[in-house]
């Protein structure tokens, strides 16, 4: 049973720093071995774990999410109203999935999700966030100066457009759900998906290239 | 608790290196599928509880190791505190209490757990909800020392309830092993409120605040 005791996990964390060799990549082996070797996992299941995430679980999913809704107005209400039940409906539902909201960009209104106590970002639909996500820079920046955080990332806003900044500080996750750009009128929800980026649905990109 | 984690507005940071992939290192992919798949050396816990010995690292180290480091460290920190493991066991490397391993259940096994990992975190709560959607509130100008979910620079500010969320477990007491399903507010915060008139008054930062976090102004 866990302790629940800060002090005591202060003093774990403090020891562990000083006294284990400061290469992470060592560390990690160390956490392996003594994980399989008390055969909490076999070492085949983080292979497939690894796997998984490289190919199966990513923005892709995100991606065919944002196209589905674009194309069936049905799923585009069921995602507004409940988006953990429209990532089921797909089969996307998993690790930080199970309060998911989608928060739609306006040609007025542009949204910017950050967790800045921690780094809460929903995998499932998303897969593994990006570095920058959970650097300090994002976390400290995204609700002090949102426009200069999008400036680096290339997006200028115009004039009119308010911004606002979820910080996901409980359990709910969410997932920006960027504007359909002009000209794709005739797309197929297949093709409407391979224009969705994955920053344009933590709102680090607004307006989607038609190639 | 005031840690070092809640950077929220602080300043000196940056630029942000916006084309950083989700992985450098074949480690950093290896401690997060570790994680992922030993929660059964961690009975007893919660994800507050998780969180929360993150933020009981020294700060120094906690800025200068990186974010799968954090998690190794971490994952290290909760095995020793619950028992799996002793401190010299993790320190040497070397483990005498050996098991065997599950079988191994390939890529389908991988994603039967992932789906299998939509958590819920609300429950029921019979009291009724203080708040309600348009009311005007003011968050507490302090919080407990261990862990909160209520940021430095969201304290002693006024806001908007934008919408009420249910009852979810309340992180200051999950994090010490309860599940106390409290009443949630997503609450709209001015940008100018926050930061002063520099900001675009257009703006709003919007946090997900538990009610015992809020007053009536």
Known sequence: MPSFDSKKAAEIQRHLHSHLPSDPALRVKTLESLVVERGLVHPDDLDAWTELYANEVGPMRGAQVIARAWSDSAFHDLLMRDAAAAVREMGFQGHASGHLRAVENTPTQHNLVVCTLCSCYPFSVLGMSPAWYKSSAYRARAVREPRKVLSEFGVELAGNVAVRVWDSTAELRYLVVPERPAGTEDWSAEKLATIVTRDSMIGTDRDLKVA | ?217
Request: some cysteine; hydrophobic content about 35%.
């Open chain 2, 1 to 217: 608790m005031d840690g070092i984690h809640d950077l929220g507005g602080m300043e000196g940071f940056g630029p942000i290196k916006t084309d950083s992939p989700p992985f450098t290192y074949d480690w950093e992919r290896r401690v997060w599928a570790i994680v992922q798949n030993t929660r059964g050396g961690l009975e007893g816990g919660t994800i507050d509880w998780w969180r929360h010995t993150i933020e009981c690292m020294e700060p120094s180290t906690y800025l200068s190791v990186s974010y799968f480091e954090k998690w190794c460290l971490n994952q290290m920190t909760q095995f020793i505190d619950c028992g799996t493991f002793t401190l010299e066991e993790v320190v040497s490397g070397e483990t005498t209490r050996l098991q065997d391993p599950p079988a191994p259940s390939g890529v389908n096994g991988a994603l039967a757990r992932l789906r299998a990992n939509e958590v819920f975190f609300d429950g029921p709560n019979e009291t009724p909800p203080a708040f309600s959607e348009g009311d005007v509130v003011r968050t507490l100008a302090h919080v407990a020392a261990s862990h909160t979910r209520l940021p430095r620079y969201a304290r002693e500010k006024t806001g908007r309830i934008l919408a009420y969320r249910g009852a979810h477990m309340f992180p200051d007491t999950s994090a010490k092993g309860a599940h106390e399903p409290r009443h949630l507010y997503t609450v709209d915060f001015s940008a100018c409120d926050l930061w002063g008139d520099g900001a675009d008054p257009k703006d709003t930062v919007t946090l997900d605040l538990w009610e015992d976090y809020l007053v009536r102004p």
